[in-house]
T-cell receptor, first 114, second 115 residues
């Protein structure tokens, strides 16, 4: 059973601070990693994906991947109250017969305090 | 217009009833998925389809069935609904083009309550 673990939170940060969200995964063969944001009662929306070790930046968001340690993180700089949501980590792993399947973590709830 | 639509958006039904949730997409993607989301349990895969003639069970397929009527349509059925199937259901499509580089796009969800 492939596992993706996230701290459930809630993670509270003051407005303007850096929010750091972490995710670990069990399938060492996984090669693609995704962060989704989900507002309460809404559908998940993709924020970023990362395939290579290191950092990937997109605006206020930075994804970090360390395959050796099997963790992926998401940093949100200059956090805004509108960033308050649940963040889902998803990992794409081999599921057999030449196909791959996304496994989602349970999500970390982030609250940005004005 | 939304790229991935789900109907109905909300549904209340009684134990033992058969219900169908429908998903349509205009993204032109071959791959479609059904997930359910429960508080504290995250998103769990029910069924997925890589093309019209391909149907695969996911992590929690018991009690559910699916039909891929066309590339753009993927329906989820609960043959005899039970209360523990109360959940938020999401349809998703993906733009897979090979390997593991695949992004999934979610519909707005269907909130189902089984009494």
């Amino acid at each position: 059973q492939k596992e993706v673990e996230q701290n459930s939170g809630p993670l509270s940060v003051p407005e303007g601070a850096i929010a750091s969200l972490n995710c670990t995964y069990s399938d060492r063969g996984s090669q693609s990693f995704f962060w989704y944001r989900q507002y309460s009662g809404k559908s998940p929306e993709l924020i970023m994906f990362i395939y290579s070790n290191g950092d990937k930046e997109d605006g206020r968001f930075t994804a970090q991947l360390n395959k050796a340690s099997q963790y992926v993180s998401l940093l949100i700089r200059d956090s805004q109250p509108s960033d308050s949501a649940t963040y889902l980590c998803a990992v794409n792993g081999y599921s057999g017969a030449g196909s791959y399947q996304l496994t989602f973590g349970k999500g970390t709830k982030l609250s940005v305090i004005p | 217009d939304a790229d991935v639509t789900q109907t109905p958006r909300n549904r209340i039904t009684k134990t033992g009833k058969r219900i169908m949730l429908e998903c349509s997409q205009t993204k032109g993607h071959d791959r479609m998925y059904w997930y359910r989301q429960d508080p504290g349990l995250g998103l769990r895969l029910i069924y997925y389809s890589f093309d019209v003639k391909d149907i695969n069970k996911g992590e929690i397929s018991d009690g559910y069935s699916v039909s891929r009527q066309a590339q753009a349509k993927f329906s989820l059925s609960l043959e005899s609904a039970i209360p523990n199937q109360t959940a938020l259901y999401f349809c998703a499509t993906s733009d897979w083009e090979g390997g593991q580089q695949e992004t999934q796009y979610f519909g707005p969800g269907t909130r189902l309550l089984v009494l």
